[in-house]
């Protein structure tokens, strides 16, 4: 297992590399965050695209360095761009990441997570209940039971650990489950990122603004679970952050951008993390 | 005819409960403002989740305690999504509020609006122009002819007093129409509140948030009026105490939002209103 | 060719009548920035309204004084209500905006672009790379070779000037480039406006709103040359003047937003710009 500081010294160049080169990051997400996601993939340094065209998505995977695939409001020409999309990205082995919300509403999104099971997405980013359900609907090992209500979480992360481990064994990928304490797993180590602000659940887009900065990383980064890290330990340092400067939701969305943005290299390896193995 | 008194417990009450039950309140809503609608409902205590699809809409339907439908930016995919969830929240008696925004344009919006009369929408929320237009198309007694101009009025609140009146004595639920003040009526009572900002006619999604966070509270409410009026006095209050940090319309958005957030249930309650009989 | 001073003086108008006026500037564009491309529009005295369906775009045709069409985010229904928008556009001779945005991704977007030749832009708005490769699609004589990445330009706007002029020339309408220094020609004049600011890469819908502002003040302007420059100039100045007040993305998004607002004409007017023949 990697030493924490080697794992600090990775982050520090993954988002080096990221500010560096801007690499290109596309996206095919809801139309709810669609514009918050874009706006913290340009702030962590990449550069941002979306899409809704079948052929469209197949470009993107094609031309991006790496995909981010979010599963909320779909709309009917989904049916055919997110299975078209996610198989180019396997077949180029080039890296994506799912964001299930909202799995449980729906026949068409149940029936596109499904499909996605054989594309093995690099990082899968969710809420516990999310990636409880997606173990589940997968049918990979996990003895917690998902409840789904909306797209909020109504369970705690730890209740996650051992679905997320599963899920990462099965992809050869990393997840990453948001809570109050984010879980990244490999399969093989979990860590544990501190910090953050009460005022993420209290917004919109936290959740798919980092699975869109997982992609952006996910590009430079060494391993899928240092690009996850990377993201969540990013996302935590600049909640923090943003919090000490506000004292409610509507300003939090605008310094939490400010805060990506300006957070540094070294900063965002330092940002509290434990590490375990598997 | 209940008292004021009697009515600002009602919003507190309903202010308090909501804060304390996180009620999910689904949406199907135009791509312009969506992320403010969605901003606006989190903010005001509920939890937000927005649509497009036939069988999610349903879903939302009867998972939400509450559903706000809004007609702007129609995607083909509505002409069976809206029909059908609206059947299914007047089968389950479920509260819904209706926003016949860009009423008048296009074949598809006029279909569907025509529809929704059937299923008898809880509240009703839109400028003059748009409520006295629903009024016309549904063929409620009304003596005010329409001018709709594209998404905004060109008409007062009084001169939409009549057809407010007559809609909330066809639906049994209650009408709210927007305007310099605004006026919330169930067709027994006429409430006229106060406050506000010039800012609101000058950001996109005040109309639209109203409409959300209107369908937040009627989840708790104990009548559409009370959720209706409580929307009004909570928006109101939140702008008024916004314009006063701000001077331009970009930051306006952000406070407003803060001062949503921060509004208690008693300051929404006595924000200054009239109440008189229909 | 008009004199400097002269141009001045019609953009002081040009601005003081839309905020006169209110002038409604309908929009198809796409989902990421549809909410700042809004907020724009009526931060510059404008009416805003968004539509999808091919009916709905030719009503906004009509009923609009111009209309903003955006090639970003494609959907399936915009097969017919691009080009059905355009032609109505054309044929009332109303102005309309034309942004190629994502130019070279996807065959629709080809298909769409290709077919808006004949109903001629009065305004074209893009980045260095977006106005070589639209030119090179319409076989306009331009020696430039295009190079797009995604929706970002990797060429410099002087790169553009040919296909710009020429460009011009074949709609007779002007064309406006976007760059570190933005350059905007009828095909007879060039003018180059300064200022702006490196945060204006940093955000989405910079350029989107860009272009919906320019048709707010094309339905005032004497000429597509003023508005196109007007609109320019605004967003220059706005960028310049937000950039000192802010060190972040997040806080320059709605520091812009306020200042396009606060701008008067004069200084609009007077914001720093050079203007050569072609």
């Known amino acids: 297992m990697i030493s924490k500081a080697e794992l ?4 520090v160049q993954t988002v080096r590399d990221v500010r560096e080169t801007n690499p290109m990051a596309g996206s095919i997400t809801n139309t709810v965050t669609v514009n918050f996601v874009a706006n913290a993939q340009i702030a962590a340094g990449g550069s941002a695209a979306m899409v809704y065209l079948p052929d469209e998505g197949e470009f993107l995977a094609n031309a991006g360095w790496a995909t981010y695939l979010n599963m909320g409001t779909l709309l009917p020409v989904y049916e055919e761009t997110i299975p078209r ?9 080039r890296p994506w990441v799912l964001d299930p919300v909202g799995i ?13 099971k054989e594309y093995k997405p690099t990082i899968i980013r969710g809420n516990a209940s999310e990636v409880i359900a997606l173990a589940s609907l997968w049918e990979i090992a996990t003895e917690a039971t998902a409840y789904v209500r909306g797209v909020d979480s109504t369970q705690g992360v730890g209740e996650a650990r051992s679905a997320a481990i599963a899920l ?16 990244v797993t490999d399969g093989v180590m979990v860590a544990r990122s501190h910090g953050g602000s ?4 209290k917004i919109t887009g936290s959740g798919c603004s980092l699975g869109g900065v997982a992609a952006v990383y996910a590009t430079m980064a060494p391993s899928p679970f240092t ?3 990377t993201a969540v330990n990013a996302f935590n340092l600049a909640g923090t952050r943003a919090e000490k400067r506000v004292d409610a939701p509507g300003s939090f969305q605008v310094a939490f951008l400010d805060e ?10 330092r940002n509290s993390f434990d590490l375990e193995e598997a």
């Open 198 to 201: 009460h005022f993420m659940a």
């Open 8 to 11: 600090q010294q990775r982050i």
């Open 104 to 116: 449980g509403i729906g026949s068409l999104r149940t029936r596109l997570l499904a499909q996605l």
């Open 260 to 269: 990506l943005y300006k957070a540094s290299a070294e900063d965002i390896a």
């Open 168 to 183: 990462a064994r099965y992809t050869g990928g990393a997840v990453a489950v948001s809570g109050v304490d984010d879980l």
């Open 85 to 93: 999309t996610a198989q180019t990205l396997h077949e180029l082995r």
């Open 227 to 229: 690009a996850a890290l």
